[in-house]
């Protein structure tokens, strides 16, 4: 169970990382807007998958 979370959080992860890439480059952003947006997205990614991982595991018990 948790190697298949992992690999499905690396996949969205990887995914919005990219989505990100292309919104960043259609909007012509200098690179310290970049990190921040890509900070942000990470942070908010990150926090919606640690939350949905502990209600995976608050229903399987």
Known sequence: MNYI???YALLILYIFNS???QYCL???MN???QA???RFTN???LIL???SYVKV???IT
């Open 5 to 7: 979370f992992v690999a």
């Open 19 to 21: 989505l990100t890439q």
């Open 26 to 28: 259609k909007l012509e």
């Open 31 to 33: 690179q310290t807007k």
């Open 36 to 38: 921040t947006v890509f």
């Open 43 to 45: 942070i908010m990614i």
């Open 49 to 51: 998958l640690v939350s």
């Open 57 to 59: 595991l608050n229903a």
